[in-house]
């Protein structure tokens, strides 16, 4: 069913007796030609692609709870293409594309909002380093802008400028950054994949991989075996768990990040802002909340849920930079498992058995990635051969020394 | 008399007499009024407008799981958004205002959204607004977020205080209710440490709406003589007006303390919340319960409230919402309502009870199975239409309606650790199940012990077997049986609303089920249903009642959605503390601070540190003129700059030249006592990780020092190495960074100036102690000392460290023995500016991507030992041909500017990613040069010596022309720091 301007007027008069369920709730056939494990935002998109891009039929997407529960469901919602490194930024800005043209693609009103993103800065160094990526991005055809203390001012005069500990120096912005609504990305993508005969299957765990002679042949579930030509996993966070069962062993340890959202405000804040000298970013959705965060809790854990010294920290960040949210209220807070990989930056690959595929490694940042993700996995899938814009994120980058990382954190798990 | 609506009785002080203002115009209430009872005492029901709709509202509830009645409170800078009148406490000058209205609470043009009602439906905007795609960002985006929000920020920033704290107990009891209270006795009288917290502002729970007896006496005699006991008792520690906001990993409890909510403005030196973290080996959670609505057509009208909140507005507050009152129930508790409103002299209009088998009141009406089905009242409830057994329907004055769908246990901090409450269908409600949090037990109303006497008893219960000790005599209450059939909404009704913040009603529910977003999950988020500011404390359970039964599925099986901390929204303010403004983070200050400030030095952070940037002298306008100044000075005659804030990592042991070793990709084990070494570690991935110098002051102890930024970083890894690769080696870290002061001594005469404090008997010639010599020293008449003969500027130059309270001293000395070589104090500025004249590497350059080669050392990489990160180094990703090289950069223009940041291009060529050569990582102007100058990392970099290249830097708007030279800008042979 097309959503229309026509639709959507006629049902309002009649009652809205004549909206269909967004996507069908199919049970499983024994065998697709394809086999996407997650319904979250990455594996709902591959499917899209996969389908409506690549002329791909009988695939299915196996969730083992309901699509969107997962992270894309609880992540802050920014998306941005402000990387810096080689391998990254072709494939961020393309990213930032599909998203300027999801909607009409998908028929779906994601709220695709691009209010910007303003990174701040706080001392020569990070100057110096924000140029380079400005540079960077620019040099990939991205759009940046750097501006001084008194341009963010005017932008942003209730910041912290008279009595801040670190004072803003400056900041580089990104126009065509900002937002979307989270849970409408996965939706959107699945009635799309819906529409083109994708079979989504909620409530439906994976619990093991068929795997004979190095050939994955499909996947234990909840609902039985379920054959595949090819079986490919897309489950963020949950990665670590479900490829051991395929007794794999990945370069990715697990970590909660916690995000926050305050009582709905009349409007403050035109933009995503984040503060460089702190850990807190804050964006204010369209229903009026600000939603922020800042950094992982700091312990590996599979629990989604974070604890106070983190709540604190990033509060203080908040108070530090923005002290006018002091009588705001904090009303929600919740945590996501972050599929953290040991340079910060994805894997979309092949993996050594026959059939099986893999796509994680998103860390915090993998929503801003969901249109580009899919669409290099989709192509992967189909073609047998990386994206261009995903050459970079292969498995054995770690091995041979090719790592992406983007904030020189280093390579090894307890960096993180 | 204005307020019309007050009735006798009430824990209310008539004596004290409070004004106050709503939306301009005055009122007066009492000592022990929320806002909301004061209001109402006041005839005011109207206190807000609903989010979409921007419907009339009134307070639904008498407490914090409020939806309706939100206000601003206080003004300037303390104006707080959505402030819930049903638990603000009336102070004297108290100042409120409605909010999201425009123009006004009474008339407000946004209502408009009601009439459009039909389109506004769940999951409208996912539907429309795409046509044509150009308009959303720019025009229908703009309305959307302009409507957004309910209240509004002042705007300024908050001028109240925040604390933080810790405390310790063995039980935590939250809720100060009759289970709570029992809890606290048990535990209190067996000697436990015991911490009671409630929300409220009065102890006693339920207990103060209540007309029940305990012990044939009221019943709040018995929670005033249970808190005297409980605070004569030193083992107990009561925290009213503390929320108890969220349950934590490992018995961390987070509470929040109004310490100065309920006045009018902080006391001195109070601050407005304290934050406490709570550690506690038991919990018992006796939250009590929440009432929950029915939903039926037009339910939110200002005067309809749940039947309970009636009940507490007149029991506790003596006030009535309206003088003639209706009640519409499904349970035995509505009829409470009715009974000691009519005893108080209320009128009832009637109670109207789904339940054919309805008991019959003595003095009220009862209509029996019968249903509201719609109500009347533009900005108020004036009539309530009842359907009634027969099929006639009435209408029924009114201008209030109690409702009672029964009650919901409040489980919401069992969930905060993601454990999921179980379905009790004889309550027809989710209980505490699954799994709680370690340590904690539920009692009470909180189980789903509902009657005053089962509270009683599962209080004392609770806390008995939880620890251990004996439970006490429970008082006699009434136990009246618990009967909750579910009626959840009025068959037909369709703009019947159950999340009234959010305006969800059962119409959206049924589209969401239609549209097929059917699991609890999809439900929340497809109809924002349980998302306002009370998070669904009143609302979750019908939408899932409906979804359940329009799915053809019982409750439990549709699921129910947990609860997220904080219990109630919690100011930011509070969680923030005091660490905000310039107590961010410390400020760790210099040994030479005072001596740079007298000096009219510019200070700059450095991490946590403040630093002098550089010295302006008078006549000076522009830093540059400093700068320049300060480096022409130390390289012509002497400088000193505060060095202290690099990292001092002191390492001893027998082992310690190993570990080292170890530490460092570059030999470490052979190195003489007296001598220094530069040293480059790198991480386990052979990437660089910092540099610095060790010396050897003995054969088991060394120096460490490393950059500023890295101190912490470098400390961490070598506790890493100490204890988990090295375990068994006999060696010991320690931080020294701020025990010692250290300052370089730089330029040709930097050791004349020294040899004049330095005590006589110690050499430092060049012979006597040269490049790379260190030392054990006296200076100034024995004064003890460590001498380094190290130099980051590349001219002769000396590191000289004195016990840390001695750095004052000797800079002043420093200054005065200088003064006939002219001695020139230099800040990170001139630091800067030398160190890449000499081409050293720095934090621009040690950017946590680049390694050894890189950065033009690969050679220093040990291949005869092994070394952390030697082997990962050597992979082909890091060691390809055209790997980057540092490299120097000087514009072919003396003045042109080159930019660190920028990019390096071929001379000719696109001027695109994928043509990028390398980066300029820092750059500076070089008096000595006389233009800028810049290092940067280059593909090939070594062998491009003399290339010109362009260096480019679109986001700054630059391109200019350059040349590849040696980083190494001055003294490329190093003679001067041998000399
Ligand atoms: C608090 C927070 C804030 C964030 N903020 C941002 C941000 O501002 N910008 C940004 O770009 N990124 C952000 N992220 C990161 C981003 O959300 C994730 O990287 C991204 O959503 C992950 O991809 P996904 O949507 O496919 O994951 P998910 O939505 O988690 O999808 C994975 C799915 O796999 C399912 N699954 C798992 N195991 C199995 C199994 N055995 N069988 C079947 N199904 C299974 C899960 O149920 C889940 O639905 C944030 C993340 C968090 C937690």
């Given at each position: 069913m097309r959503y229309s301007g026509f639709k959507v007027i006629k049902e309002a008069l009649t009652g809205h007796k004549g909206w269909k369920p967004a996507w069908r709730d199919p049970e499983p056939r024994p065998h697709y030609d394809i086999i996407i494990i997650g319904g979250g935002g990455h594996g709902l998109a591959t499917a899209h692609y996969l389908a409506k891009v690549y002329g791909q039929k009988n695939i299915a997407v196996i969730e083992k709870g309901w699509i969107g529960g997962g992270n894309v469901g609880r992540n802050t919602t920014i998306i941005r293409s402000n990387y810096m490194l080689d391998g990254n930024e072709p494939f961020y800005e393309f990213s930032l594309k599909l998203w300027e043209g999801l909607e009409q693609d998908l028929n779906y009103n994601a709220m695709i909002s691009q209010r910007g993103i303003m990174n701040l800065i706080h001392s020569d160094a990070q100057r110096d380093a924000f140029i380079r990526r400005g540079n960077a991005m620019m040099l990939n055809g991205a759009d940046a802008e750097l501006l001084d203390a008194a341009q963010i001012r005017k932008e942003y005069p209730f910041l912290n400028f008279d009595d801040a500990r670190f004072p803003i120096k400056g900041g580089l912005a990104q126009r065509r950054g900002g937002t979307v609504r989270h849970d409408a990305v996965a939706w959107g993508f699945a009635r799309s994949a819906d529409s083109h005969g994708v079979d989504i299957i909620q409530n439906c765990e994976v619990t093991g991989f068929r795997i004979e002679n190095g050939k994955c042949l499909g996947i234990e579930t909840s609902k039985g075996f379920i054959g595949a030509n090819k079986v490919a996993s897309a489950v963020a966070g949950s990665s670590g768990r479900l490829m051991a069962k395929a007794n794999m062993r990945l370069p990715i340890e697990s970590h909660v990040l916690q995000a926050f959202v305050s009582e709905g405000l009349k409007p403050v804040l035109p933009g995503v802002i984040t503060f460089g000298a702190g850990h807190f970013y804050v964006s204010q959705s369209d229903k009026g909340g600000l939603v922020f965060g800042g950094d992982i809790d700091g312990y590996n854990s599979y629990a989604q849920r974070g604890n106070l010294p983190v709540v604190e920290d990033v509060c203080e960040g908040g108070m530090a930079i923005m002290p006018i949210i002091g009588r705001a209220r904090l009303l929600r807070m919740w945590g996501g498992i972050m599929d953290m990989s040991m340079d910060g930056s994805p894997i979309i690959d092949e993996t050594h058995i026959e059939g099986l595929y893999f796509n994680g490694g998103w860390c915090y940042g993998g929503f801003k990635a969901t249109p580009a993700s899919g669409y290099a996995y989709a192509h992967l899938l189909a073609k047998g051969t990386p994206h261009e814009t995903a050459t970079a994120y292969r498995f054995n980058r770690f091995e041979t020394g090719h790592m992406i990382d983007e904030k020189g954190m280093g390579n090894q798990p307890n960096l993180h | 008399m204005t307020q019309i609506n007050r009735l006798a009785g009430g824990q209310i002080d008539r004596h004290t007499t409070l004004n106050f203002t709503f939306d301009g115009k005055k009122y007066q209430g009492h000592a022990g009024d929320t806002l909301a009872s004061a209001l109402l005492a006041n005839n005011v029901r109207l206190m807000g407008r609903s989010f979409k709709y921007h419907r009339p509202r009134g307070p639904l509830t008498a407490g914090s799981e409020e939806p309706n009645a939100l206000v601003e409170l206080r003004s300037g800078a303390r104006q707080e958004p959505n402030t819930r009148a049903t638990t603000a406490e009336l102070f004297d000058g108290l100042q409120a205002r409605s909010q999201n209205r425009f123009p006004s609470l009474k008339f407000d043009a946004m209502a408009i959204n009601d009439r459009f009602s039909n389109f506004l439906t769940a999951g409208f905007y996912y539907k429309t607004f795409m046509w044509p795609a150009a308009f959303w960002e720019k025009i229908y985006e703009p309305i959307i977020r302009k409507a957004a929000g309910l209240g509004s920020l002042s705007m300024q920033e908050d001028p109240d205080q925040y604390d933080k704290g810790f405390r310790h107990c063995d039980v935590l009891i939250i809720g100060a209710g009759p289970s709570g209270l029992m809890a606290a006795l048990t535990a209190a009288r067996a000697g436990k440490e015991v911490i009671l917290a409630d929300e409220d502002f009065t102890f006693g729970g339920r207990l103060n709406s209540e007309t029940h007896a305990i012990n044939d006496n009221v019943a709040t005699d018995w929670v005033a003589s249970s808190i005297a006991e409980l605070a004569s008792l030193p083992n107990v520690r009561l925290m009213p007006r503390t929320t108890i906001i969220g349950a934590f990993d490992h018995g961390i409890y987070g509470a929040v303390e109004r310490i100065s909510d309920h006045l009018p403005i902080p006391p001195a030196d109070k601050p407005r919340q304290i934050l406490w973290r709570i550690y506690a080996s038991r919990a018992i959670l006796c939250a009590g319960a929440t009432e929950r609505p029915i939903a039926f057509e037009n339910n939110d009208r200002p005067g309809i409230m749940l039947a309970g909140a009636l009940r507490t507005y007149a029991n506790r507050y003596g006030t009535t919402a309206a003088k003639r009152v209706a009640i519409f129930t499904n349970n035995d508790d509505g009829h409470r309502t009715a009974s000691d409103l009519a005893t108080k002299g209320v009128h009832i209009a009637a109670v109207v009870d789904t339940r054919p088998d309805a008991p019959s009141g003595h003095n009220y009406e009862v209509l029996k199975g019968a249903q509201i089905v719609n109500t009347m009242g533009r900005l108020g409830l004036t009539f309530a239409e009842v359907l009634q057994a027969d099929g006639s329907t009435r209408m029924l004055e009114c201008g209030a309606l109690g409702v009672s769908g029964g009650w919901n246990p409040n489980v919401h901090l069992t969930c905060h650790q993601r454990g999921r409450p179980t379905w009790n269908g004889d309550l027809a409600a989710f209980v505490p199940g699954g799994t709680l949090p370690p340590g904690m037990t539920v009692a009470g109303a909180a189980m789903g012990d509902f009657s005053t006497h089962a509270a009683l008893t599962s209080g004392t219960q609770a806390a008995a077997t939880a620890l251990g000790v004996k439970a006490v005599n429970v008082p006699l209450a009434e136990d009246a049986p618990i009967r909750q059939t579910p009626f959840w909404y009025v068959e037909g009704a369709s703009r019947a609303w159950l999340d009234q913040q959010n305006d969800v009603t059962v119409k959206d529910v049924k589209l969401s089920h239609q549209e097929g977003f059917r699991s609890v999950e999809h439900l929340k988020r497809y109809t924002?249903?349980?998302?306002?500011t009370d998070q669904g404390k009143t609302s979750n359970m019908g939408g899932l009642a409906i979804m359940a039964e329009l799915a053809g599925k019982s409750i439990p099986e549709v699921g129910t959605t947990i609860f997220r901390p904080p219990y109630t929204a919690t100011a930011i303010g509070v969680m923030g503390g005091r660490m905000r403004g310039k107590d961010f983070h410390p400020t760790r200050l210099t040994p030479s601070h005072d001596w740079a400030k007298e000096r009219g030095a510019v200070f700059v952070e450095v991490g946590n540190w403040l630093r002098a940037q550089w010295f302006p002298i008078a006549g000076e306008t522009h830093w540059r003129e400093s700068v320049d100044r300060e480096v022409t000075a130390t390289r012509a005659s002497v400088g000193v700059c505060d060095c202290t804030t690099l990292g001092k990592i002191d390492v001893q042991g027998v082992d310690a030249a190993t570990f080292l070793n170890k530490i460092y990709c570059n030999g470490f084990a052979k190195l003489a006592v007296g001598k220094v070494r530069y040293g480059l570690m790198l991480r386990e991935d052979g990437i660089a990780m910092d540099d610095g110098t060790a010396g050897r002051m003995a054969d088991d102890h060394f120096i460490v020092t490393t950059t500023t930024a890295n101190a912490a970083r470098v400390y961490q890894h070598m506790e890493f190495v100490r204890q988990c690769l090295m375990p068994d080696a006999d060696v010991q870290v320690i931080s020294t960074t701020e025990a010692w002061a250290q300052y370089a001594v730089a330029g040709p005469n930097s050791r004349k100036l020294l040899q004049k404090i330095v005590d006589p008997e110690f050499d430092i010639t060049n012979e006597g102690f040269p490049f790379m010599a260190c030392g054990n020293i006296t200076v100034c008449g024995g004064l003890r000392a460590r001498l380094f003969r190290i130099s980051f500027s590349g001219e002769l130059a000396f590191e000289i460290a004195v016990p840390s309270r001695y750095g004052d001293a000797l800079m002043r000395r420093l200054m005065s023995e200088g003064e006939e070589f002219d001695v020139t104090p230099y800040g990170t500025e001139a630091l800067g500016v030398m160190r890449i004249e000499k081409g050293h590497a720095a934090g621009n350059e040690l950017n946590g991507t680049t390694t050894a080669l890189n950065l033009g050392m690969g050679r220093m990489v040990s291949k005869v030992k092994d070394s952390i990160g030697s082997k990962l180094s050597e992979r082909a990703g890091l060691n390809e041909p055209d790997a980057l090289m540092q490299v120097g950069i000087k514009p072919l223009d003396a003045e042109q500017k080159v930019t660190a940041g920028g990019h390096l291009m071929n001379e000719d060529g696109p001027v695109d990613a994928a043509h990028d050569q390398g980066y300029v990582t820092s750059a500076a102007f070089s008096p000595t040069m006389g233009s800028m100058i810049g290092l940067g990392f280059l593909k090939d970099?070594?062998?491009?010596?003399?290339e010109k290249m362009r260096l480019v830097s679109p986001v700054t708007d630059l391109t200019i022309e350059v040349e590849i030279v040696s980083a190494h800008f001055v003294d490329p042979e190093g003679e001067r720091v041998r000399a």
């Open positions: - | 924002t249903l349980g998302m306002a970099g070594s062998n491009r010596t003399g």
